[in-house]
């Protein structure tokens, strides 16, 4: 979608909007957005596929207007045929984008800590009617969802790693887990805001499922570390057991994730230097 044809929709569905200024600002495989006015985001879903991802999004703002605690993108503008959505811009920048001057590591850790927490805490009955999605892939799964994407990031892997990596695919899969909870389950750093040296909002809600609670932790091991995670995991109220199994099967997650985003970084150099960083502490 175009710079006009995104103009003429939101005036087509929202003639109340003076579109003085519009932007495009990001496209992924399944979305584009568009600044509009340099305070509002538009988002236009690119496929049946996204279409279905928004509407769930759609389905889950009375939830996470009582219990997110950190602020989330509330679509204030919203066409009948739901086919895209606006809302007003989050206060901070992309964590991955400040990485290197961010230092407020205490006050990431209990803000996150706590933020999921209460979204995994969101009672079933609340979630019944929702039909969300459900994650169902097993730990083989994972092994083999990962190593389709290892080969095709190898070449950009240095070859000190590969003894570690060939351990962990040859290693035996964990059990499945059954106690599946509301996740965020795409909670890298691309998708938390940070202004002020603390977290100001969680973007990004289309890939939410019902699913293992260590899929949210896992993305921050990938992206910050095992320290930053372990932070994490103290300021999440659970017993320390329940923290240990969460912490093992984030860092397997973590290990499987990093070559999907090694592959994303084939096309932006900031998540290649972010994965070969990351390298380091997992292989």
């Known amino acids: 979608m175009d710079q006009n044809t995104a103009s003429l929709l939101i005036l087509k569905h929202f003639s109340?909007?003076?579109?003085?200024?519009?932007?495009?600002?990001?496209?992924?495989?399944?979305?584009?957005?568009?600044?509009?006015?340099?305070?509002?985001i538009f988002r236009f879903p690119k496929g049946p596929v996204n279409q279905n991802q928004l509407s769930q999004e759609i389905k889950l703002q009375s939830l996470l207007k009582i219990h997110s605690t950190l602020p989330y993108p509330e679509f204030?503008?919203?066409?009948?045929?739901?086919?895209?959505?606006?809302?007003?811009?989050?206060?901070?920048?992309?964590?991955?984008?400040?990485?290197?001057?961010?230092?407020?590591w205490d006050t990431f850790a209990e803000q996150i800590g706590n933020f999921l927490y209460q979204l995994h805490s969101i009672p079933q009955n609340e979630?019944?009617?929702?039909?969300?999605?459900?994650?169902?892939?097993?730990?083989?799964?994972?092994?083999?969802?990962?190593?389709?994407?290892?080969?095709?990031?190898?070449?950009?892997?240095?070859?000190?790693?590969?003894?570690?990596?060939?351990?962990?695919?040859?290693?035996?899969?964990?059990?499945?887990?059954?106690?599946?909870?509301?996740?965020?389950?795409?909670?890298?750093?691309?998708?938390?805001?940070?202004?002020?040296?603390?977290?100001?909002?969680?973007?990004?809600?289309?890939?939410?499922?019902?699913?293992d609670p260590s899929c949210d932790f896992a993305r921050i091991y990938r992206d910050v570390g095992p320290k930053i995670l372990d932070m994490v995991l103290v300021k999440y109220n659970t017993t320390l057991e329940a923290r240990v199994q969460l912490r093992e099967r984030a860092i397997f997650y973590g290990k499987c994730l990093i070559f999907e985003d090694l592959y994303c970084g084939i096309r932006d150099d900031i998540y290649l230097q972010k994965s070969l960083k990351a390298l380091n502490w997992m292989y």
């Open 16 to 40: 109340n909007i003076k579109i003085s200024k519009i932007v495009k600002i990001g496209e992924g495989s399944g979305n584009i957005a568009y600044e509009v006015n340099e305070h509002l």
């Open 76 to 104: 204030e503008y919203l066409p009948t045929d739901h086919s895209f959505v606006g809302y007003q811009k989050l206060h901070g920048n992309p964590l991955i984008r400040k990485l290197t001057n961010f230092s407020s």
């Open 127 to 211: 979630l019944d009617n929702l039909d969300i999605l459900v994650e169902n892939k097993s730990f083989t799964d994972w092994h083999e969802y990962s190593f389709s994407f290892f080969e095709k990031t190898k070449h950009l892997i240095p070859k000190r790693h590969s003894p570690s990596i060939e351990v962990f695919f040859n290693s035996k899969p964990q059990s499945q887990i059954s106690n599946k909870v509301l996740c965020h389950n795409d909670l890298g750093i691309e998708h938390i805001l940070v202004a002020d040296d603390k977290v100001t909002g969680i973007i990004d809600w289309g890939g939410v499922a019902l699913a």
